[in-house]
């Protein structure tokens, strides 16, 4: 899965999401629900102008985390993907 780190970038930058909208156009309500990785998808420009305006890669805002479970159950070759790894 894909976890969205704007709460905590923001937190290390003592800025509010309010600050972060007005700083990049992004509407409030778009930056609240990423925030509180709300989102299913993201606008690759958002992440862009996010990015710009915090002076940081996206690497600090997004991480992707391993899933429990595995949600894909054959590999690119064909193979059984096991739900106990």
Not at 27 to 51: A, G, Q, S
Request: some cysteine; aromatic content about 2%; overall charge negative.
């Amino acid at each position: 899965m894909v976890r969205i780190l704007l709460s905590t970038k923001l937190g290390e930058l003592r800025m509010t999401q309010a600050d972060l909208s007005r700083l990049t156009g992004i509407r409030p309500n778009t930056i609240n629900e990423m925030y509180h990785e709300l989102v299913e998808r993201v606008n690759l420009e958002h992440l862009d102008l996010i990015c710009e305006a915090l002076e940081c890669e996206l690497s600090d805002i997004m991480v992707r985390v391993s899933n429990k479970e595995p949600k894909i159950n054959h590999t690119r070759t064909g193979f059984l993907i096991s739900p106990d790894k």
